[in-house]
């Protein structure tokens, strides 16, 4: 008897069963036939009010035992671009979806505006995921953002949002003058960047060392490096490039600076004429050509006297016009900068019109070839010289002779013994 009773309430248990699946499915198919009626351009539901929302979390994960996972990826945006966070779902079946800031304060409910920032759009929201899109990103924005899936266990996966500062352009700066024999000390400065860039020096592709510096104000740094370059006058002019590279920017950019060197250096003069033989009635013009950094001052002069009234002095140029002898003189250009003075002097010698003359100033050449002449005219003179006296003695001893022979009664020839038995004869006339 105990037997049957038991399979009867085992039945009866198993019947209770089966009308709660019947009991179920039906609910299940009145669901989807509301779902079905509904306008498809129907607002979703309001989200409901905050103190029923964990009540209203652990129902949904009561009546939703099934095993569904949810995923994040970690996102890296530019600051002021575009970010898309993304929470990958598996197994989704209809549970509750909050996505949270770093703050933890709720974005989205299922698909639902909670918090008022318009630069959070919800781009997509469907059973594989949920895909958040931040407009204008900031520093402040970086953190992780939870996304959290309710079921009956509660899951939750953080995509960490990092927000980079590209560097600008690198502001180059000299601490003081560049001055010929001294060293110019060069600062490349990156006001802000997350995280640190990389500086380097460059003149003529060739890397120069710098010493670097940096610190952080609040979520940035700034950076800079410090180049000291000893300067001569022929660095004058070059160009020095300071180069910034980061992991914002693309790959192979960078952000490059150029600074032109600026060397001092005291000033030289020379004067070049406009003829090489002024005569009288020309028009001379005399150009002092100057070096020096910066532009030097120009003042002519003539010797311990004033300028021809007719004279026009125009910085590096003095025009003489109408020579005459009385413009006959020394001619001064005097140039001086802050770092020293330099002159230079032209004398003036005015001549006839007429006159043959070898052009002043014919160079080194001319120089040389004169002292050559000289020399072998020199030369010829004393070989002129030691001729003509070996003339002269021979003529005197010969004298002489024929003086000799005269007071011996032998004016017509004269014989001399030689060497040997050789005879000799030297006759006069």
């Not at 025009?319 to 032209?346: E, K, W």
Request: hydrophobic residues 35%; glycine residues 10%.
């Amino acid at each position: 008897m105990a037997a049957p009773g038991a399979a009867a309430m085992g039945g009866g248990e198993k019947s209770s069963t089966g009308e709660e699946e019947e009991e179920e499915e039906e609910e299940e198919e009145e669901e989807e036939e509301e779902e079905e009626a509904r306008p498809p351009c129907s607002p979703p539901p309001a989200p409901p009010p905050p103190a029923l929302l964990p009540g209203l979390l652990l129902l949904w994960a009561a009546g939703h035992g099934r095993a569904q996972e949810v995923q994040a990826e970690n996102v890296t945006v530019l600051e002021g671009g575009t970010a898309e966070i993304t929470c990958h779902l598996h197994r989704y079946d209809g549970s509750i979806v909050v996505i949270q800031n770093p703050a933890r304060q709720t974005l989205f409910f299922n698909g639902t505006r909670a918090l008022k920032d318009e630069r959070f759009e919800l781009a997509e929201f469907s059973r594989r995921r949920l895909r958040l899109r931040l407009a204008r990103a900031r520093l402040d924005d970086e953190g992780g953002y939870f996304c959290q899936l309710y079921a009956d266990d509660t899951h939750h996966q953080i995509a960490t949002l990092t927000v980079l500062v590209p560097p600008e352009e690198p502001q180059v700066e000299a601490a003081a003058l560049a001055v010929e024999g001294g060293e110019l000390e060069l600062t490349c400065l990156v006001p802000r960047a997350r995280p640190l860039a990389t500086l380097r020096w460059y003149r003529d592709r060739r890397e120069l060392p710098g010493v670097p510096r940096y610190g952080q104000d609040g979520k940035v740094f700034w950076q800079s490096s410090v180049l000291r370059l000893p300067v001569e006058r022929r660095d004058h002019g070059a160009i020095v490039t300071c180069e910034a590279t980061h992991p914002a920017l693309g790959r192979g950019q960078r952000r490059l600076t150029q600074y032109k060197l600026d060397v001092q250096y005291p000033p030289s003069a020379r004067i070049h004429p406009s003829q090489a033989v002024p005569r009288e009635g020309d028009t001379l013009v005399l150009t002092c050509a100057t070096n020096g950094n910066p532009r030097p001052t120009v003042a002519w002069s003539r010797g311990n006297e004033s300028l021809p009234a007719r004279a026009r002095a125009e910085g590096e140029r003095l025009t003489l016009p109408a020579l005459g002898p009385q413009d006959n003189g020394s001619y001064t250009c005097q140039v001086g900068n802050a770092h020293g003075r330099a002159a230079d002097t032209y004398v003036l010698v005015v001549y006839d019109p007429g006159a043959v003359v070898a052009a002043q100033g014919a160079g080194p050449f001319a120089v040389v070839g004169g002292a050559f002449a000289l020399l072998l005219f020199l030369l010829l003179l004393l070989l002129g010289a030691l001729f003509w006296c070996s003339v002269r003695q021979k003529g005197s001893y010969l004298t002489h002779e024929a003086s000799g022979l005269e007071e011996h009664g032998e004016a017509r020839e004269a014989f001399l013994g030689g060497e040997g038995g050789k005879r000799k004869e030297e006759f006069f006339i």
